[in-house]
């Protein structure tokens, strides 16, 4: 059965950081790209940053760039977001998302989703 689980979140200050991380079981980062979106009260889903099951490539929504941070331990089956510089307008419902395929910061092209890890940014 294959499964994402996403921790790591918590209440921090600005200007602080984070790790978020994301455990995938019954699947291999090597057939997977996976993607953290994140979604605060009352908006839309949003594309933080995606890593490539294919050859490692990253990429970020432009609002992240510089701050946050995408890895893979292919060992660990585990996928990070190193999150800086962290902002209150950060705080939202982190996820973690699957996509047999290319990367894509586009929530309705993952397959298969994390249950989510909040992460609170106080001023």
């Known amino acids: 059965q294959l499964q994402l689980v996403d921790s790591g979140g918590g209440l921090v200050q600005a200007g602080d950081s984070l790790r978020l991380s994301c455990a995938a079981s019954g699947f291999t980062l090597n057939y997977y790209s996976i993607g953290w979106f994140r979604q605060a009260p009352g908006k839309e889903r949003e594309g933080v940053s995606c890593?490539?099951?294919?050859?490692?490539?990253?990429y970020y929504a432009d609002s992240m760039k510089g701050r946050f941070t995408i890895s893979k331990d292919n060992a660990k089956n585990t996928v990070y977001l190193q999150m800086n510089s962290l902002k209150p307008e950060d705080t939202a419902v982190y996820y973690c998302a699957a996509v047999a395929g290319f990367c894509t910061l586009y929530a309705d092209g993952m397959d298969y989703w994390g249950k989510g890890t909040l992460v609170t940014v106080s001023s």
């Open positions: 890593i490539s099951s294919s050859d490692g490539s990253t």
